[in-house]
């Protein structure tokens, strides 16, 4: 049964908040929002009617150059690319007859009579 003397419990303390609320205070009517938002204002007096110059064109470099089989830099990416593929195709299949030859093994030792 659950005690019925309440007076030996201590009395609980009101929670406290949180967080600290934001002070609260009155706007004064000077500093009030404006009645009428201000946009972009654009006075034709204030703007100069000299045209700007038109930008010189620019003349690029032929691309052949660097498109072209006799580029050093690309016959040697194109060696380096053609050297991993071979790696990667020799490593493969290295690795499937590593897995590959404990069951070749077994096969033939079963199947010899």
Do not use: C
């Not at 967080?19 to 100069?48: L, N």
């Not at 194109?78 to 069951?103: K, N, Q």
């Amino acid at each position: 049964m659950p005690p019925t003397n309440t007076q030996r419990q201590p009395l609980k303390e009101a929670p406290r908040p949180r967080h600290k609320s934001k002070p609260k205070f009155d706007m004064p009517v000077e500093t009030g929002p404006s009645e009428a938002p201000v946009g972009w204002v654009y006075r034709a007096s204030e703007v100069s009617p000299t045209p700007t110059p038109a930008p010189p064109q620019l003349q690029h470099k032929s691309t052949e150059s660097s498109t072209s089989p006799d580029n050093p830099f690309l016959m040697v990416g194109v060696g380096l690319f053609r050297i991993g593929i071979g790696t990667l195709g020799l490593m493969s299949r290295a690795a499937y007859g590593m897995m590959v030859f404990p069951i070749r093994l077994a096969k033939a030792m079963l199947s010899s009579d």
